[in-house]
């Protein structure tokens, strides 16, 4: 299982600094939460700010939208250089076309679901995804609690992956930290979003290695 910082829990006046701290430690992934002030309550950033770091790093931009009707708003992110765009399940009645439109650009698609939305509710995409995240937080805020029974989902993409023979990642995010990591390795997952913890920590390497230590332990 891999780790995915969100820049979410960043100094947000120096984000250039939180992508290199990110890059320096030679993660594979960042994760970059679009919020709308209207799927979730809170406004974070657009795709301006994503072109703009997009400049100083190769890592892999794993972007996670919530926002309301995202068929309107991809084609700034597509452009801005995401390499995985992913939207809610919950955020659109068109689920089906706004991915197939996200492949067409040639950039992997995903698909996120809420703490509340069962898994069947996205059984007729999994097909066609190269994602799937799991919320296991209610979306719009960083550092709070996992709720633990979302991680049942986690078993179930396992499961269908393996019966149908798709090939989507699975994807953990809210609420990962030292505590919470096995758990979540446990379930299954491929990569685990990590923000507060990863960004509170005084000592980021330092946090990483734990965190791969005890990734590894349950693997
Ligand atoms: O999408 C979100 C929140 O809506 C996440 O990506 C958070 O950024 C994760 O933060 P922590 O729970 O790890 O603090
Ligand atoms: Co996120």
Redesign the pocket.
Known sequence: MKLAP????CNFSNVAKAVSQVDELGLEYL?L?V?DGSF?P?ITFGAKLIKDIRRNTNITFDV?L?VERPEDKLDAFIEAGSDIITVHQESTIHLHRVLQKIKSAGIKCGVSIVPSTPVSMILPILDMVDLV?I??????????K?IQSCLDKVVELRDIREKEDYTYLISV?????LSTVQDVATAGADLA???????LSEDKAEFVNKMNDLIRKCQ
Do not use: K, W
Not at 6 to 9: D, R
Not at 173 to 177: E, I, Q, R
């Open positions: 969100s820049i979410l829990s994760h939460d919020m979730v809170e996670h919530m995240l919320m296991t937080v209610n979306p719009g805020y960083g550092g709070q996992l995010d809210g609420g990962v930290n979003v990590t923000g507060s913890a990863f960004f």
